[in-house]
């Protein structure tokens, strides 16, 4: 069984550091969608991508950045230890590149990871980070290795698809893009505008509408969280857009370390080919996305 070697938690006011060392022992058998009930795999790598081994001899190690509060992508349990999709990530990420002994993993507060990075702390950042123009302009980026959706979620006995709701049927949180790809997309919905996402979903729970439109990863977990009350489920398919969802998420390092984003790459095409990078995502989100 793999096992994750936490050092003692420091927490001061404004920080705090966790330290892992991954060990990895024998993996299972690859798991399929079909397997999982013919869940949709969004896939971004293609199979005829070159992917060439990267020079290791000068890759001495990669010290990891993440956070503790973007679960399940990464999180703290009730004992301390840092787990999620990201962590696991970074641990076959190093096993596929053979430096498993020499990987470590830091969580830190989320505004402290760019700084850190710049000042050669850690080398590469795995928490959740959207690529943009500005980031790119500053750092370097990994092939993406997902992309977030947007997705409906409705009342259970719901019928029919988003194609079927009337103009007030939907809600959506104002001022977001989430709102200005709905009327995009949608043009004859019109969306009901709300402050915030738990008046939208309040709003959905009471049945005010019939349909909340938002973050694919937040609605999926909300419906099988209690607040829900096992009211409503995912409607529809998964829609992605990077012009306005953005390229996905990656890991990001530094400009001057091209190394780490080769061997990063390299390791990520080998595990969308090998099927772990599908497991990982079954495993933490086996609804799908």
Same mark, same amino acid.
């Given at each position: ?6 050092? &003692? ?20 058998? =690859? ?35 993440? =956070? ?47 700084? /850190? ?12 980070? /959207? ?17 977030? &959706?947007?997705?409906?979620?409705? *009342? @259970? ?33 019109? &969306? ?10 309040? *709003?959905?729970?009471? @049945?005010?509408?019939? *349909? ?13 969280? &209690? ?26 390092? /530094? ?35």
């Amino acid at each position: 069984m793999s096992a994750i070697i936490m050092k &003692p938690l420091v927490v001061s006011r404004f920080i705090l550091l966790v330290t892992a060392i991954f060990c990895l022992t024998t993996i299972g058998r =690859t798991a399929s969608a079909e397997e999982q009930g013919g869940i949709s795999i969004p896939s971004l790598f293609d199979p005829r991508d070159k992917a060439f081994p990267p020079d290791l001899a000068t890759l001495p190690g990669i010290r990891f950045a993440t =956070t503790v509060d973007f679960p399940p992508f990464n999180y703290l349990d009730q004992s301390g230890k840092l787990l999620g999709f990201h962590v696991e990530l970074a641990r076959e990420i190093c096993r596929e590149l053979k430096i498993t002994e020499r990987c470590q993993i830091e969580a830190m507060p989320f505004g402290d990871l760019q700084a /850190r990075l710049e000042k050669g702390i850690v080398d590469a950042s795995i928490a959740g980070i /959207r690529i943009t123009p500005e980031l790119r302009e500053r750092f370097a980026f990994s092939r993406p290795y997902m992309m977030l &959706p947007a997705r409906f979620v409705a *009342a @259970k006995a719901e019928t029919g698809g988003p194609s079927d709701l009337k103009p007030g049927d939907a809600g959506v949180v104002g001022n977001t893009l989430h709102q200005t790809m709905a009327e995009h997309f949608f043009p004859d919905l019109k &969306p009901r505008p709300y402050a915030n996402r738990a008046a939208l979903l309040e *709003a959905l729970r009471k @049945k005010e509408i019939k *349909a909340a439109f938002g973050d694919a990863v937040q609605l999926s977990f909300w419906v099988e969280a &209690p607040a829900s009350e096992d009211c409503c489920r995912l409607f529809g398919e998964p829609y992605y857009s990077s012009h306005y969802l953005g390229e996905g998420l990656a890991l990001m390092s /530094r400009k001057d370390q091209p190394q780490i984003t080769q061997a990063i790459d390299y390791a990520l095409i080998a595990l969308a080919r090998n099927g772990r990078l599908n497991e990982l995502y079954l495993r933490y989100f086996p609804n799908g996305l």
